[in-house]
């Protein structure tokens, strides 16, 4: 895992703003052994490892973005985010007149995603800085949050020190602490992020909603479901949600071997997910054979004639599977095509597995990059389509032809295909699916 530094010179500099002047500092970002804050002084021609800021608006900004910097995924793929998503989660948007790195952060709900670009050649401002970062870093939650505290806490004790303590920072960093420490302020602060709400932002009725769903569909599920149907859309979107729960759905009871390695807590979400299914295959007697729809459907409890004749009601952002009595499940898919409704329910298949079929908890399957869905996608990609197995196929043969004949033999798509050559290194792309991505999610500075 990526190390994360923000580091600090105090230094002298005029401001007429009390804050800011006390506060002037040479500062650097240090992801891993890149340092995000290089930068040339357009002015002095000049390369600095540091640039001079004032670190009072960069504390401001990290705790007035707290809650929503720590657990707002980013929007799915191929969303733009709004202004005000964006605002929350890049650095430019901290200002106060100064020139701040183009920087990105995203939780996945276990780790920080931190997305960073050099500024243009021919940029017009007082600092150029020099350095982004090839592939996105990622940083442990809590090993984040542990940083900006010390960042945050010696902003505040500068200003102690030369005498000026009741600053607004002071105040808001103050009720942050006290709504961290009491679990039922915390859980409702975590919601209204979730949902794409600044504090007290969202509307009473919507939260109450909201806190309503949570104890139908669990605390965990509703993390998941709540950044497709929260702000980005609209105020009535959560009804969406319970269109779903009371929707016709597949019943099934799901009856899987225990596996060892679906407890690990280590590697990376794919990394995990491949390991979980190489063990299901493994206890099928199946490690690297086609898994036939029977087999597939048998795992969750499923009749082969229900889910041949499944079609969903209505076009939904997310599928779902309720918990019943007895372990049962409704499961209520999304997908009509027979080859991405398998996918959908091996995705399911390995939410059942991460979850441990958690009481009261609700499957869920959505576009989010968060942890739990990038499990998801991992583990159906290796469970129906095995990297070894893929190769002996393809004897190493890409073209396209070639590629459109594993998607039959296996019945998975031609991008599960593609994503798994991709991330496995054996075909290039900038475009790196699930388990890393090359590319920024999209523009930033525009």
């Known amino acids: 895992m990526t190390s994360f530094k923000l580091t600090h010179d105090w230094t002298a500099a005029g401001h007429d703003n009390p804050e800011i002047s006390h506060t002037m500092a040479n500062l650097a970002l240090h992801i891993g052994n890149v340092n995000l804050m290089q930068n040339e002084d357009i002015w002095a021609k000049t390369i600095r490892d540091s640039v001079l800021v004032s670190a009072y608006p960069l504390a401001m900004w990290l705790a007035s973005s707290w809650w929503r910097l720590n657990f707002e995924p980013l929007p799915v793929h191929g969303v733009i985010p709004s ?74 004790s500068r200003l102690d020190a030369v005498g000026w303590r009741k600053t607004d920072l002071w105040n808001l960093w103050q009720l942050i602490q006290e709504e961290r420490s009491d679990p039922q302020s915390l859980n409702y602060r975590r919601l209204e992020a979730e949902l794409g709400y600044d504090p007290d932002e969202c509307s009473e009725a919507m939260m109450s909603k909201a806190q309503t769903l949570e104890q139908q569909v669990g605390t965990e599920a509703l993390s998941e479901l709540a950044p497709v149907y929260g702000k980005i859309a609209g105020d009535s979107s959560l009804n969406a949600i319970e269109d779903i729960i009371d929707s016709p759905g597949l019943a099934g009871t799901p009856n899987i071997p225990t596996l060892q390695k679906a407890k690990s807590t280590s590697d990376a979400p794919w990394q995990r997910a491949v390991a979980v299914a190489r063990e299901l295959r493994e206890s099928l007697s199946k490690r690297d054979g086609v898994i036939d729809n029977k087999q597939l459907y048998d795992l969750l409890g499923l009749s082969t004639p229900a889910v041949d004749g499944w079609k969903p009601t209505t076009r939904n952002s997310a599928a779902i599977a309720i918990p019943d009595k007895n372990n049962q499940f409704k499961f209520v898919p999304r997908k009509a095509h027979p080859m991405a409704k398998r996918f959908e329910l091996a995705r399911l298949l390995g939410d059942y597995i991460l979850t441990g079929s958690t009481e009261g908890q609700c499957l869920t399957s959505t576009d989010l990059s968060t942890s739990r869905q990038k499990f998801q996608r991992a583990f159906a990609a290796e469970f129906l389509c095995p990297i070894d197995a893929l190769k002996d196929f393809l004897q190493r043969d890409f073209c396209e032809s070639a590629i459109e004949d594993a998607t039959e033999h296996f019945q998975v798509s031609q991008t599960t295909v593609n994503s798994l050559l991709r991330n496995n290194g054996l075909i290039f792309s900038p475009f790196m699916g699930d388990y890393a991505e090359a590319r920024l999610p999209y523009q930033l500075g525009a």
Not at 114 to 122: A, R, T, Y
Request: with cysteine.
């Open 83 to 156: 202004t005000d998503w964006r605002m929350a989660h890049e650095m430019g948007a901290v200002n106060h007149g100064f020139v701040w790195p183009k920087v990105l952060f995203a939780s996945d709900c276990e780790v920080m995603q931190i997305w960073g670009v050099s500024s243009s050649p021919n940029t017009q401002q007082s600092v150029r800085y020099l350095n982004g970062l090839d592939m996105p870093a990622s940083i442990k939650l809590a090993d984040f949050q542990r940083s900006l505290e010390k960042f945050i806490d010696a902003v505040l």
